[in-house]
């Protein structure tokens, strides 16, 4: 009986390792945007002129790093989140919710405690670097305020850059891929013959 390469499931594995071939290249790309991206933020880090506080969320990322002030003029909320200090101890950033003269808000990383208390702070003038916050920026605090002590500065090297071993996953998937078929299409053959 002569041996027949089954054509469904050949086109599905090389459709499969087309497509895991094809989010490889895609993570090398993000590699290099990515390695781009760190380099400008490290660019904008080192940028001593200050920029104006960004009002719309257009303007963040050509922002971020970027040293900045603005004015609280009344304090909306408190909180504490983890953070770290200058000095790489960790412990909580203290931060305040800030309502604007122009009716915006903004939230600013006041500085670092070892402990979840909150000092008393009544808002005011602030200085430091834009630092990203999920989908919004903060304002983290330099010199820190409400006596507390200078929170570590924003580092986009902090940031992760992983898309080289998540291409490499995506190749060691491909070839794992064709290996299993191999394999399979070399058992069938025996079990043909």
């Known amino acids: 009986m002569k041996f027949r390469l089954p054509i469904v499931p ?3 594995v090389a459709a499969a390792v087309a497509a895991m071939i094809s989010l490889g290249i895609w993570q ?3 590699a290099d945007w990515k390695a781009d991206l760190l380099a400008r933020y490290g660019a904008a880090l080192a940028n001593p ?11 963040y990322e050509d922002v971020l790093y ?11 909320a408190r909180d504490a989140i983890a953070g770290r200090s200058d ?11 800030c309502a604007l003269s122009d009716g915006g808000e903004a939230t600013v990383a006041l500085g670092w405690s070892r402990g979840l208390d909150m000092p008393e ?5 602030v200085t430091g670097f834009i630092a990203p916050a999920g989908h919004e920026v903060r304002l983290v605090a330099a010199p820190a305020q409400a006596g507390l002590q200078q929170l570590a500065r924003p580092d986009p090297n902090e940031l992760p850059n992983n898309h080289m071993s998540y291409a490499v996953q995506w190749f060691f998937f491909a070839a794992t ?10 058992k069938r053959r025996r079990n043909a013959s």
Request: net charge positive; charged share 20%.
């Open 177 to 186: 891929a064709v290996v299993i078929y191999l394999l399979a299409l070399r």
């Open 121 to 125: 702070w009544q808002g005011g003038a």
């Open 10 to 12: 050949t086109l599905l």
């Open 87 to 97: 000095t790489g101890e960790p412990g909580w950033a203290q931060t305040a919710r």
């Open 49 to 59: 002129d200050p920029v104006a506080w960004p009002r719309d969320p257009a303007e």
């Open 66 to 76: 970027r040293r900045s002030s603005l004015t609280c003029d009344n304090v909306l």
């Open 28 to 30: 090398l790309h993000r």
